[in-house]
């Protein structure tokens, strides 16, 4: 089946940095959604793509459809404490019945000590 | 808007029992629900998908019989847990699809956390 492969799968970050998580797959993506949740809360959408090559923002939050259709990226500018939480990216394979959504393994964003 | 809810957002039961969970889309219709279990620092791993005045459709590997879908209309789904046990104990999230211009989007539920004792 399609797998997405997200990295990394955990890093610290330090209020003001940006950080930066991406999610490649070897099956073609006609969407691509990004994702973050805290703990014990459903997924909140962030950003979503749809044309390869597309490039949104949402407030400090920047997401790339890649030109390749197998790839997204997903960078966070002036990281603030509240940007804490695991980001998962996630899509439809081009060839995925019923346009089901395959889930990356998640980002999880801590906060350095 | 894009707005998803579930009740209950916990709930703790007996062994054998039966526990309903509701998710509703409040703001638009949704043709389309999922169901998703979550085990702890791990990702979503889709249970079924519900597809509003048919059957659902399950994943390799869940039990229809033991997690029962109803999507009676187009903005409720509903999700039995038949005769839980301790190992049916996790975090369930339903999603509701959205689709505007021809795009679609998926919002999720804030989630049920079901303890079977």
């Known amino acids: 089946g399609q797998q997405l492969n997200q990295s990394p799968q955990s890093m610290f970050i330090q209020e003001g940095e940006d950080v930066s998580m991406n999610c490649t797959s070897s099956s073609i993506f006609n969407t691509w959604l990004w994702y973050k949740q805290d703990p014990g809360e459903g997924p909140v959408l962030l950003i979503a793509l749809y044309k390869a090559g597309e490039l949104t923002s949402n407030g400090r939050l920047t997401a790339q459809f890649g030109i390749t259709r197998k790839d997204s990226f997903l960078n966070i500018s002036a990281s603030i404490p509240s940007d804490v939480g695991i980001y998962f990216c996630a899509g439809p394979a081009i060839k995925a019945a019923g346009n089901k959504l395959t889930f990356g393994g998640g980002t999880r964003v801590l906060v350095k000590p | 808007g894009a707005v998803v809810s579930q009740h209950p957002s916990w709930v703790i039961c007996k062994s054998g029992t039966s526990v309903k969970i509701e998710c509703r889309s409040l703001d638009f219709q949704a043709t389309t629900m999922f169901w998703y279990r979550q085990f702890p620092k791990q990702s979503l791993m889709l249970m079924a998908t519900?597809?509003?005045?048919?059957?659902?459709?399950?994943e390799q590997g869940v039990e229809k019989d033991k997690f029962l879908i109803n999507h009676a209309s187009l903005t409720l789904s509903t999700l039995t847990v038949t005769s839980a046990h301790p190992e049916d104990s996790s975090f369930y999230i339903c999603?509701?699809?959205?689709?505007?211009?021809?795009?679609?989007?998926?919002?999720f539920g804030p989630g049920t956390r079901l303890t079977v004792t």
């Open positions: 999603s509701a699809r959205r689709i505007a211009g021809g795009l679609y989007e998926q919002y």
């Open positions: 519900s597809n509003e005045g048919s059957k659902a459709t399950y």
